[in-house]
């Protein structure tokens, strides 16, 4: 079995100490696990606690940026929506998991709609990041 699976695992049984789903994350970069985590949702009661979250903000902090080019994350579980979103928004080059999940995600996402403040909130972002990239 892969080491950081093993590592991974690890974390996953970590979470059943607080009646969490067994969950547990581990990031890669360069050989070296710079980032761990398992879910903690039950114990700090907030949505976002899952395991792979947890792993890349403890990986952000020690690389001290939130691109994590180069790095790879090793999970007991498919990641769910949000963290693959998460993870992609790291640039995390690779995701390797174990188990596959059992049912398709069906996410019945809150009613949305454009309201006020679009030119606004447009130039602002525009702005920003001409100041950013130069251009």
């Not at 607080?18 to 050989?31: L, S």
Request: proline share 3%; net charge positive; with cysteine.
């Amino acid at each position: 079995m892969n080491k950081f699976i093993v590592e991974a695992l690890k974390e996953a049984k970590k979470s059943l100490k607080t009646d969490d789903v067994p969950v547990g994350a581990i990031i890669v970069y360069n050989g070296k696990i710079i980032g761990r985590g398992h879910n903690t949702r039950e114990k700090q009661k907030m949505i976002t606690r899952h395991a792979e979250i947890n792993a890349l903000e403890q990986a952000c902090k020690k690389k001290k940026d939130w691109y994590l080019n180069g790095c790879e994350i090793y999970v007991t579980l498919e990641p769910c929506p949000m963290c693959m979103n998460a993870i992609a928004q790291a640039r995390i080059k690779k995701v390797y998991y174990a188990a596959a999940r059992d049912k398709i995600e069906h996410i019945k996402l809150p009613l949305k709609e454009q309201c006020c403040g679009k030119k606004e909130s447009q130039e602002l972002l525009h702005d920003f990041f001409k100041t950013k990239r130069g251009k």
